[in-house]
């Protein structure tokens, strides 16, 4: 059975990219693949995570949102892109709903997330 699932992996050409951990709320940097022309090059997309939908499997899809130019700018992005080269977590959100469409009305310093701190002791 493994050798099946090897076999269509290749066939199908996917790359099985290791995302980090993040979810609704978090502040990522994705790392895309433009091809323009002949040349291809990498640009970068940050934003806060406004959703993510059916996590764990092939339809995964996650929403990043950024303000650029005062002008709200919104992507969807799905998992298995072949143009997604790299995803970067910058700051853990502290949020309580999995849908932040509320930013969507919301501009300037009030459209930010609390940042989650994570206490470490001194030993």
Not at 76 to 89: H, L, M, R, T, V
Request: hydrophobic letters at 30%.
């Amino acid at each position: 059975m493994d050798k099946i699932i090897k076999i269509v992996e290749q066939q199908s050409g996917q790359k099985n990219i290791e995302f980090p951990n993040f979810k609704s709320g978090d502040t990522i940097i994705v790392h895309l693949k433009i091809k323009e022309g002949n040349k291809e090059r990498i640009q970068k997309f940050q934003g806060i995570v406004i959703k993510r939908k059916n996590v764990g499997t092939n339809r995964e899809t996650f929403s990043v949102r950024k303000i650029s130019n005062g002008i709200g700018v919104e992507k969807i992005f799905s998992a298995i892109s072949q143009s997604i080269e790299k995803i970067e977590k910058i700051r853990n959100g502290s949020v309580r709903r999995s849908r932040l469409y509320y930013l969507r009305g919301k501009y300037g310093k009030s459209a930010s997330v609390k940042e989650k701190r994570i206490l470490t002791s001194k030993s």
